[in-house]
């Protein structure tokens, strides 16, 4: 009975702090339309001096078409392996270096883009992180529907000079294995404040398929699935109110504060970029199931 006592009076201590916490983050600036942008509204704005368009992806690809003006930030460096875990969300110096190499400017609109919504999320995710905070907005459709439309487009290197990118990280985006723990009991014990949401396919959630490198199957106790697929429909991202639908219908309470994982980070920051679309506080777990599933003091569900 004392330790029943303890262990709850240790769990609403928790709760209180990271309620404290979440509170204290800055509140979310560019909600909804803002952090999405439609094809037509970047070719009316495409020469406008406080907007910057980044394709986010490979350079031989970005060679032979891109958006016309686009700047270019290879995918893969914005991910380090650290720890034995892959895709991990570089340091500041790293992407101080790679965002001011790239030509991106301290201030201003940067409008992200990539031949596949992954690549593009997970950099909105990144920008987000080095303090670019509501500055940041993602071409829907990618760049699929802006080629398909026969907007402008021209081949050859990024259209950029250097500059010195200023990183100020908030660190709060990025939840690490400990707090996570935490995380994971405030979420069973208080599902209206705590939400934690699982992006991958449903046969990695429930352990059918375990996935690549994952010798647990199954996923972290008190999670729900939101596979990073179901947000978008042909190509594009589902309208506000069938996403806020579809999260609701996946357990996910309206007053809850979010943390979304998947294998490696990557596909969680789908589910990332529709929350904070819809206006919601939301955090990344980076190290994800790869982590949690090879740590040796942790508990996965079926």
Same mark, same amino acid.
């Given at each position: 009975?004392? *330790?029943?006592?303890?262990?709850?009076?240790?769990?609403?201590?928790?709760?209180?702090?990271?309620?404290?916490?979440?509170?204290?983050?800055?509140?979310?600036?560019?909600?909804?339309?803002?952090?999405?942008?439609?094809?037509?509204?970047?070719?009316?704005?495409?020469?406008?001096?406080?907007? @910057?368009?980044?394709?986010?992806?490979?350079?031989?690809?970005?060679?032979?078409?891109?958006?016309?003006?686009?700047?270019?930030?290879?995918? !893969?460096?914005?991910?380090? +392996?650290?720890?034995?875990?892959?895709?991990?969300?570089? =340091?500041?110096?790293?992407?101080? !270096?790679?965002?001011?190499?790239?030509?991106?400017?301290?201030?201003?609109?940067?409008?992200?883009?990539?031949? %596949?919504?992954?690549?593009?999320?997970?950099?909105?995710?990144?920008?987000?992180?080095?303090?670019?905070?509501g500055d940041c907005a993602l071409l829907d459709g990618m760049f699929a529907k802006w080629s398909a439309e026969k907007r402008p487009v021209e081949g050859g290197p990024p259209a950029s000079a250097a500059a010195t990118f200023t990183v100020h990280v908030d660190p709060g985006l990025v939840v690490a294995l400990a707090p996570m723990k935490i995380l994971?009991?405030?979420?069973?014990?208080?599902?209206?404040?705590?939400?934690?949401?699982?992006? *991958?396919?449903?046969?990695?959630?429930?352990?059918?398929?375990?996935? %690549? =490198?994952?010798? *647990?199957?199954?996923?972290?106790?008190?999670?729900?699935?939101?596979?990073?697929?179901?947000?978008?429909?042909?190509?594009?991202?589902?309208?506000?109110? %069938?996403?806020?639908?579809?999260?609701? +219908?996946?357990?996910?309470?309206?007053?809850?504060?979010?943390?979304?994982?998947?294998? @490696?980070?990557?596909?969680?920051?789908?589910?990332?970029?529709?929350?904070?679309?819809?206006?919601? @506080?939301?955090?990344?777990?980076?190290?994800?199931?790869?982590?949690?599933?090879?740590?040796?003091?942790?508990?996965?569900? !079926?």
């Open positions: 009975m004392r *330790r029943s006592l303890v262990l709850c009076f240790a769990a609403l201590f928790l709760i209180t702090s990271i309620a404290s916490a979440a509170n204290a983050l800055p509140a979310s600036r560019g909600t909804g339309k803002e952090l999405l942008v439609s094809t037509a509204w970047l070719e009316q704005h495409l020469r406008d001096a406080n907007v @910057t368009v980044v394709e986010i992806g490979d350079p031989q690809n970005f060679a032979e078409s891109h958006i016309a003006g686009a700047r270019f930030v290879a995918a !893969k460096d914005l991910v380090v +392996k650290r720890d034995g875990i892959a895709n991990e969300v570089p =340091d500041a110096a790293t992407l101080a !270096k790679v965002f001011g190499e790239a030509g991106l400017p301290d201030r201003g609109r940067i409008v992200i883009y990539a031949r %596949e919504l992954i690549p593009a999320t997970r950099a909105f995710f990144t920008l987000e992180y080095a303090g670019r905070r994971v009991a405030a979420a069973a014990l208080s599902p209206s404040q705590f939400a934690v949401v699982d992006a *991958r396919p449903a046969v990695n959630f429930d352990g059918t398929e375990p996935g %690549e =490198d994952i010798t *647990r199957g199954g996923h972290i106790p008190s999670a729900v699935n939101v596979p990073h697929s179901a947000n978008t429909a042909g190509g594009v991202f589902r309208p506000a109110g %069938e996403l806020a639908t579809l999260y609701r +219908k996946a357990g996910v309470a309206d007053s809850a504060t979010v943390i979304t994982y998947c294998r @490696t980070g990557m596909q969680a920051s789908v589910d990332y970029f529709a929350l904070r679309y819809l206006g919601r @506080t939301v955090h990344l777990y980076d190290g994800s199931y790869s982590e949690w599933s090879a740590a040796a003091d942790t508990q996965v569900a !079926k």
